[in-house]
Structures are given as structure tokens and as C-alpha cells.
């Protein structure tokens, strides 16, 4: 098969969605040595990508992501290279492209959670926005050939909001990238005095978008600060609109006072190491994932986890994790005591994570992957 794969949100650029194409192609070039592949790029992550195998090959797509250039132009080059099949890792399929195509759909998030609130645009923009991306997932879910997800839980979602049979969705697990060689070594502590991290902290690592219920977990920790104040909350982000926003909800708590909750900002991947080995806990309040990466990425480290008990999140954590409701404070402030003061659950939960981790491995990922291009054709 000559087989063509989206890779324009690749690597860093494209965030969770870059790293999954990204660790997708590499697995692939691992196990595949029959199927011709042609992995499509922009100039910005051209280098990211080098092929060791003669049957992979680069080809330059610089149009930019939601773009008319990728609606107009793109079809073209893709037509261009006589393709059997091609992957679209993202739901922004080509309205105009006529081949056949798989689809890879992570999430409903904005169809699930509408909010004006995850926004920057005005109200009339946002309602253009809105109309564009149900018309364009809905051609996408419904053109394919095959839809792959992620968890159970999408598929679930997708079969139910689109009307389409269970048996055109195929489920392929991601996986946390794992713990490299050189974060294993003792952290570095010293550091945390100068971003105000002083006592033993919770850790929640992400965006801030209005879907992770960031909000709630302000007044869950603030409400949780008022029996135990020998903790502190630490978020982990590159600073944006959202934390921005969020920072001044936690102004308005009292929260900033006397460092209580610490922004951290970005990190680096040194930094960002020592903050999971260093840290009591982790928190993941989200209403709604697709997979919910993070808090694996934070088992793989060692730290115990406490989530929302919502979406997929019971599906992936399974049991190692503690959960409770993102819809109440109360909950979700008691889940944090629990965490933070019962220290044979934290090594339960640990010891439990170290071992969920490893369900879930990108190489199985690209099999699975693989034999969905397989019947798809």
C-alpha cells in the first residue's frame, strides 16, 4: 500500500496531538517494512522528522491547520503522490479530498463542552468557528473508511452523537512516553525555594482550559487550605489567556496569599522531572479526555493520582487511582486529604501505577494502528 500520514501538527508544535503522530510514525517505521508510507509536514517541523527507512519518505504541506490553504491546496498534494490510503491524526479533514482516508478522532470536547469561556474570539466568530468544526468532523466521522479513537469512551460518544455502527470505530490505545534515563536521577530541590515552593506540594500539570476544571480545583484546595494549611498546589503551564484567567480567580480566593497556590508556568523537561519525583500527589480534575495522558505520564514517575471519576479516566487509571466527582468541591477536597495525608495509600497507589503504565505501549499502538489501515482499503 502507499499510504500517506498527516503530520503537520507534529512534534512539539502541535502539542498532545503532535507528540501522538510524532510516536506514531516512529512506531510504524519500526514495524512496518512493506507498506510505502509518505509523511506529510510543514516547514515549521520539517526537521523534526528524519526517515531511517527507505519506504518512509517527507513531503512538504505547508498549509497551515483550519486554514482555506488546507481545504483548497492540500487535496492536491496529496493526490499527487498516488496514495492508497491516508491517515488524518485530526478531524480537519480536506472537505474536497475524494481518496480514501481514516480518521483519527481523540475527543468531542468542543462538541461535549461548548463553552464561549474556551475562547478568545468574539461571540459571532465563535459561532462561525463552532458551525465549521461540526461540519468538518461530521465529514470526516462519516467519509472515513475507519475512525480510530482512543478509549472506549469516545467510541462510545462518536457511535451515539454521529449514528454510525460500532464496527467502523476502532479503538488504539496511546501511551505515556516513559521515564528517560536521565530523569531517573536524584532531584533537585533546591529550586523549588525560588518559585515560592516550600512545603510538600500537589501537582497538576496541563493547559487551562475550561474543560480541566482548573476553577474547581481552586475552591477544592482552597476549602481544603482552611483544615490543612502545611500543603501547597502547585500548576504547571505555559502562562496564556486561560492561566492568566485563572489567576486572577485565585486573586479573588485569597489563594496567591502566602503562596498557596503557585503558578509555576513552563517547565522545562528537567524541571518538570523533578516537580513529579518531588511532589506528594497528583491531581487531574478534568470533566471530559479522551484518553487523559498526564496522569499516566505521572505514574510512570512514581506519583500517586487522584482524578475526576469522569469520561475515560476511570477507563485508563483503572485501579490506580482515587476518584471523586469534579462537580463537587466537597469531593474533591476530601479526595485531597485523603491523598495527601494517608501515605500507605500513596505507595498502594503507586506501586498500582507502576503497573498500569505498562498496559499501554506506542508500539502496540502503531500495530493496532496498522491493521486498521489494513481492512480499510
Same mark, same amino acid.
Given at each position: 500500500?502507499?499510504? =500517506?500520514?498527516?503530520?503537520? +501538527?507534529? =512534534?512539539?508544535? =502541535?502539542k498532545g496531538l503532535g507528540r501522538y503522530t510524532q510516536k506514531l510514525v516512529a512506531h510504524l517505521e519500526k514495524i512496518d517494512r512493506q507498506n510505502q508510507y509518505y509523511v506529510f509536514l510543514r516547514r515549521e517541523n520539517w526537521n523534526i522528522y528524519q526517515p531511517t527507512h527507505n519506504n518512509f519518505q517527507k513531503v512538504l504541506a505547508d498549509f497551515q491547520w483550519y486554514s482555506w490553504q488546507e481545504q483548497l491546496k492540500m487535496p492536491a498534494v496529496l493526490q499527487q503522490q498516488n496514495l492508497d490510503l491516508v491517515h488524518f491524526p485530526h478531524f480537519n479533514v480536506p472537505l474536497l479530498y475524494r481518496g480514501k482516508f481514516v480518521t483519527t478522532i481523540h475527543d468531542l470536547i468542543l462538541i461535549q463542552f461548548p463553552t464561549k469561556r474556551a475562547t478568545t474570539l468574539g461571540?459571532? @466568530?465563535y459561532k462561525i468557528k463552532y458551525f465549521g468544526y461540526k461540519r468538518v468532523i461530521s465529514h470526516a466521522v462519516r467519509k472515513s473508511q475507519s475512525v480510530i479513537t482512543v478509549s472506549k469512551y469516545t467510541k462510545k460518544q462518536l457511535a451515539e452523537f454521529f449514528k454510525i455502527k460500532t464496527d467502523k470505530i476502532h479503538v488504539t490505545y496511546e501511551a505515556s512516553s516513559g521515564v528517560e534515563s536521565g530523569q531517573l536521577q536524584i532531584p533537585e530541590s533546591d +529550586? @523549588?525555594?525560588?518559585?515560592g515552593i516550600t512545603k510538600p506540594f500537589l501537582l497538576y500539570v496541563g493547559n487551562a482550559y475550561p474543560h480541566k476544571n482548573l476553577e474547581g480545583l481552586l475552591r477544592a484546595f482552597r476549602k481544603f487550605a482552611q483544615r490543612n494549611n502545611?500543603?501547597? @498546589?502547585? @500548576?504547571v503551564g505555559k502562562s496564556d489567556y486561560f492561566y492568566n484567567r485563572l489567576k486572577q480567580e485565585a486573586d479573588t480566593l485569597g489563594l496567591t496569599k502566602n503562596n498557596k497556590v503557585i503558578f509555576f508556568g513552563f517547565a522545562s523537561e528537567k524541571q518538570l522531572a523533578d516537580l513529579y519525583r518531588l511532589a506528594k500527589a497528583y491531581i487531574f480534575p478534568s470533566f471530559m479526555e479522551g484518553f487523559g495522558l498526564p496522569p499516566l505520564e505521572a505514574m510512570s514517575y512514581g506519583l500517586p493520582v487522584v482524578a475526576a471519576n469522569t469520561s475515560c479516566l476511570p477507563e485508563i487509571l483503572a485501579k490506580a487511582a482515587i476518584y471523586f466527582n469534579p462537580h463537587s468541591t466537597r469531593e474533591m477536597a476530601a479526595a485531597i486529604d485523603k491523598i495527601l495525608s494517608d501515605r500507605a495509600l500513596r505507595e498502594d497507589l503507586r506501586e498500582k501505577g507502576y503497573w498500569q503504565v505498562k498496559r499501554y505501549s506506542w508500539e502496540k499502538c502503531a500495530r493496532d494502528t496498522l491493521a486498521v489501515y489494513q481492512r480499510s482499503v
Open positions: 500500500m502507499r499510504i =500517506g500520514i498527516d503530520a503537520r +501538527f507534529c =512534534g512539539p508544535i =502541535g461571540p459571532l @466568530l +529550586f @523549588l525555594k525560588d518559585y502545611q500543603h501547597q @498546589l502547585v @500548576l
